[in-house]
Each structure stands twice: as structure tokens, then as C-alpha cells.
């Protein structure tokens, strides 16, 4: 029997506010399916029931499957659902969450379109990462040598802080376990935090291909975001994990990033410093401006005016 139009899409008042979200759940080797209104994780231990409505992403690693009736669940909630590799490495495919508005994509678009604009955003968030650094009429290659030393220093100072040997940065993207302790961990913490960020970025409505630091890949902008808080909570994070030993230290790494991560409410931050980079203040989102709880879509007339859709012009001059 069809279920098409026989359940409504959740209005943007019923959902969770991102912000508000757990941060990740990450599952591996089990069957994710569906209980009332909640998701249930089923493996050799038993099965584990998850609030769909309170997960920012749900993070799926080698051995899971997933019914129909789990992915709508997600879909009604607004839940970013991203496909991933072993430990977290590799990013296969994501679904999107529920968007409401375009005003967030149409305000990063706008920024983006304008290599000036474009530039002035790629400052804001080098200043965003790094306060005591004066990025005004920085170039490019000034912003990128900025943050090349920053991250080399922030490196050394968690190796002598947790007393980790320390080399240098090596990544086989074939390999993950070639890697020594501290570099699985980065990795993987680098991981989770791109999941974060591409959760907050598709609520958001915006789009993960448009970038103003990453440029050419399709999520430019989540690896953007994802940068933000690199050397305040990955990379310390990392090195935390690695102390303990090389074993499971991707796990390890997921387990410890869940507390900072909560503790510093990132979701909701994440959310109001894309909106501040962008110079977003919501006001023509019908969800956050006058409270209504209906989606809103216009059309756009001469001067950039915004006309009511559903009425046929056919017979009138739209000025």
C-alpha cells in the first residue's frame, strides 16, 4: 500500500534546534532500523535505541545496514546521515537534513560570487581561528603562511604538553594504520569534525561546495567550518587519545572529542559563526523572523522584489 502524502513534513517549529543537538553518534557492524519515533542500533549485543530527534549526524561505518523506515525517521527529523569508511577515515556520501530557507545559501553565494567579498570572508574567518592575529589587507599567501606556522606550533605545544613524540604530519589515504599514534588521531578527530560541521551546513541550508578558504571540492565550505576549531579542540583532543597508546586510538579519539564538543555547546556555536562570517540575521526566514511555522516561497520580480507564489501574473504587470 502507497505511504506517499500520508505523513506531513515536520515543521520547522517541531524540530530540534541544531544547535541543541548531540554532536555525532557513530555506528559500525550493525542494523539500524526503526522503533515509534526513535532509531534502533541491533548487533551481537543487543539492540541500543537512539533519539533520532537529538543526533546532529549519524555517522555509518563498514558493516551497517539501514531500512527504509530508519531513513525517513532521520529525513523527518532533520538528521544528517553520513556514510563513512573504517575508523572515520573515508567520506563515502551524505544525506541531506531538512532545510527550511535559501536566504543562508543565497547570503554565502552572494559573498562568494565576489572575489573581493570572497576575500574579506577567507579574513573574517583566519580572525575567527585566530583573535590575536591582525588579518587586515592580508593576501592569500599571507593567510595560508599564518596558519601553516599556527598549526605547526599548535603541534608541538600538545607533544610537549602530553609528552608525545612528535615528527611531522603524514596521511596515507590507503593506509590509515600506517600512521603513528598522534597522526591516527588527528585523522580521526579531523574526521568527526568534518561531520559536525557538514551537519550544521546542510541544517543550515547552505552549500558545501562553496568555499573561501578550500576551493574545487565538493565540500570546500564544510572543511571551511571544520577549521574553526581545529587547534582549540581537534588537535588537543588527538594528542589526548594518543597518550593512552597506538590501540584503538581512533576509537578513542571519537569517544574523547564527544565531551568537549558538548561541553562547549559547538553546534550552536557553529551555527552562529557561519551566520556572523555570512552577515545573516535571519530576517527573512519565516521560521526565525515572526515565528510561523508554514515554509514560505516566493518569486523574484524586477528590483529584486520578492513576490507571493501560488497566484497566476498572467494578467498583471509585476512591479
Same mark, same amino acid.
Given at each position: ?154 603541534? !608541538?605545544?600538545?607533544? !610537549?604538553?602530553? @609528552? ?10 590507503? @593506509? ?10 588527528? #585523522? ?29 571540492? +565538493? ?10 576549531? !581545529? ?12 597518550? +593512552? ?6 576509537? !578513542? ?5 564527544? @565531551? ?25 526566514? #519565516? ?33
Amino acid at each position: 500500500m502507497s505511504t506517499v502524502s500520508r505523513r506531513g513534513a515536520s515543521s520547522p517549529h517541531e524540530l530540534t534546534r541544531i544547535g541543541e543537538r548531540l554532536s555525532f553518534v557513530y555506528l559500525e557492524r550493525c542494523t539500524v532500523h526503526r522503533d515509534s519515533n526513535a532509531i534502533t542500533a541491533e548487533d551481537a549485543n543487543g539492540v541500543t535505541h537512539l533519539p533520532s530527534a537529538t543526533i546532529g549526524t549519524l555517522l555509518l561505518g563498514p558493516g551497517t545496514r539501514v531500512t527504509h523506515q530508519a531513513m525517513a525517521l532521520l529525513g523527518e527529523s532533520g538528521t544528517g546521515v553520513v556514510w563513512v569508511g573504517e575508523h572515520g577515515v573515508r567520506y563515502y556520501a551524505g544525506g541531506r537534513a531538512l532545510t527550511r530557507s535559501s536566504g543562508l545559501v543565497e547570503a554565502q553565494a552572494t559573498a562568494w560570487a565576489n572575489r573581493r567579498t570572497r576575500l574579506d570572508v577567507a579574513r573574517a574567518m583566519y580572525r575567527l581561528r585566530f583573535p590575536d592575529e591582525d588579518t587586515a589587507g592580508r593576501t592569500r599567501k599571507e593567510l595560508l603562511g599564518m596558519e601553516g606556522q599556527r598549526v605547526r606550533d599548535c603541534y !608541538r605545544r600538545e607533544s !610537549r604538553r602530553m @609528552d608525545v613524540p612528535w615528527r611531522r604530519r603524514e596521511f596515507n589515504r590507503d @593506509d590509515f594504520s600506517a600512521g603513528d599514534a598522534p597522526n591516527q588521531a588527528i #585523522t580521526a578527530a579531523a574526521q568527526c569534525m568534518y561531520g559536525v560541521s557538514h551537519s550544521v551546513v546542510a541544517a543550515l541550508g547552505c552549500s558545501p561546495g562553496l568555499g573561501f578558504v578550500h576551493s574545487g571540492h +565538493e565540500r570546500s565550505f564544510v572543511m571551511d567550518v571544520a577549521d574553526f576549531y !581545529r587547534t582549540e579542540i581537534a588537535i588537543p583532543v588527538a594528542f589526548d587519545a594518543a597518550a +593512552e597508546g597506538e590501540e584503538d586510538v581512533a576509537t !578513542r579519539t571519537r569517544r574523547m572529542l564527544r @565531551d568537549p564538543i558538548n561541553q562547549i555547546g559547538l553546534l550552536d556555536r557553529c551555527v552562529q559563526d557561519i551566520k556572523g562570517l555570512l552577515d545573516y540575521d535571519g530576517t527573512r526566514d #519565516t521560521s526565525e523572523s515572526n515565528g510561523a511555522s508554514q515554509d514560505r516561497v516566493t518569486l523574484l520580480s524586477d528590483g529584486d522584489r520578492h513576490v507571493e507564489s501560488g497566484h497566476n501574473y498572467g494578467d498583471e504587470i509585476v512591479w
